[in-house]
């Protein structure tokens, strides 16, 4: 027997989480099935070896499952049987983690697993979201189109993120050098201008004492700070059990005034492209909203998304359970009501999607172009200070020579 953590959803929509025993996931899904649950991601559990273990080889990239998907629809198309295809992709996959993956799903297919079923088993490789599609793929017949859709899905969301990054990366750069800047004039210069100007016994002015308090400072609680940033990441990241403070970090994120709109925008893009895929593939639309939302990484922005469904559970109409989530835009709701009438969903939930990947880019780029002018400012202010603490002693001293 092996010991297995899994997420389920209730009849009522809320989120299980627990630790079971069961010979394989696909049993320990059939037992929670009859427990009235719906599986939502069944992992092994590791204990420290485990976790060791895992470090030899990193979660496979975009890239590395964007070119799985081609080579899985390619191999699909000409005729391929499911099981040679994976074996196929397997042994001309470099990237360590996905290659052991692959191994996996091979060998469930092997004792009769479906693919989909066998791909969930791998969740460190697979989202939930590419299980579904498969999932959607193999009921329908249509494999091929299943990964087509997957490998187009994951190229739009790599292209928006790095159009947001191209935008933003300028003044993350600029900021980055300016820390990197303190930093080295904190540790080395200051303290080197430090012993000197106490053997000259000359009264430093405002601006050096400034320096030098930040030098102190950053000497005695640096070292200590960086490690509380690092342990509070390690505990917000590892302990997905903290769903209560992981919440409340990621509404305060949303309302951060720059980042939270442009962070809000990229999740409804990812939301509402993922939604129209699953409903072009054949999902169910219930279903469909289940599993995007669950793949949404923001806490707070995934309580209304269910909160979304939950509406639609009750028998509300798209546009009247989208007003009331509050995830959506005045415009978009617009847009899901005509897509309701005229029966053309999939199509206007795919076009919403564009419409928050512009606009996200849009804001991305309004935002640098803001940005730039203040960190100009900002830059020359530290110079200004850097200048004055270090010369203005040093011309003191000369003035008293002369």
Not at 67 to 87: H, I, N
Not at 263 to 291: E, H, K, N, Y
Request: aromatic share 6%; glycine share 8%.
């Amino acid at each position: 027997m092996s010991t297995w953590r899994y997420r389920a959803r209730a009849a009522n929509g809320d989120l299980v989480r627990g630790v079971a025993e069961s010979a394989t996931a696909a049993a320990l899904a059939d037992r929670l099935l009859g427990d009235g649950l719906t599986p939502v991601d069944i992992r092994p559990r590791r204990g420290i070896a485990g976790l060791l273990s895992g470090l030899g080889g990193l979660r496979p990239s975009d890239e590395d499952l964007i070119m799985f998907a081609r080579q899985m629809a390619s191999l699909l198309r000409a005729g391929v049987p499911v099981s040679r295809a994976v074996l196929s992709v397997h042994a001309i996959t470099r990237q360590p983690a996905l290659k052991r993956a692959l191994r996996r799903v091979a060998q469930g297919i092997a004792a009769g697993q479906e693919l989909a079923l066998a791909m969930q088993q791998e969740s460190g490789a697979f989202s939930r979201l590419a299980v579904s599609l498969v999932a959607a793929g193999e009921r329908v017949g249509r494999l091929d189109r299943s990964f087509e859709q997957l490998a187009s899905h994951m190229e739009r969301e790599r292209e928006t993120r790095r159009a947001v990054w191209k935008s933003l990366r300028y003044p993350a750069f600029v900021v980055g050098a300016m820390l990197l800047a303190l930093i080295v004039i904190n540790t080395f210069a200051v303290p080197a201008f430090v012993a000197l100007f106490d053997r000259l016994g000359t009264e430093l002015p405002l601006a050096t004492r400034l320096l030098i308090a930040l030098a102190d400072g950053s000497a005695r609680w640096g070292p200590l700070l960086a490690a509380a940033i690092i342990a509070g990441i390690a505990v917000f990241r590892l302990l997905p059990a903290w769903h209560g403070l992981r919440a409340r970090v990621d509404t305060a994120v949303l309302r951060t005034p720059v980042l939270g709109g442009i962070t809000r925008l990229c999740i409804m893009a990812r939301f509402c492209r993922s939604w129209a895929m699953l409903l072009m593939a054949g999902q169910p639309i219930m279903d469909a909203v289940g599993v995007t939302a669950d793949i949404v990484d923001n806490a707070a922005m995934r309580r209304r998304l269910l909160g979304f469904r939950q509406g639609l559970r009750r028998g509300q109409s798209l546009s009247d359970a989208a007003t009331r989530s509050g995830a959506f835009d005045p415009l978009v709701v617009q847009m899901l009501s005509v897509g309701e009438l005229s029966g053309s969903t999939p199509q206007l939930i795919e076009e919403v999607g564009r419409h928050y990947e512009d606009e996200a880019r849009y804001r991305a780029l309004r935002a640098a172009d803001a940005l730039q002018p203040a960190l100009v400012i900002l830059l020359g202010v530290l110079v200004a200070l850097l200048a004055a603490g270090v010369f203005l002693p040093m011309w003191s001293v000369m003035d008293g020579y002369y």
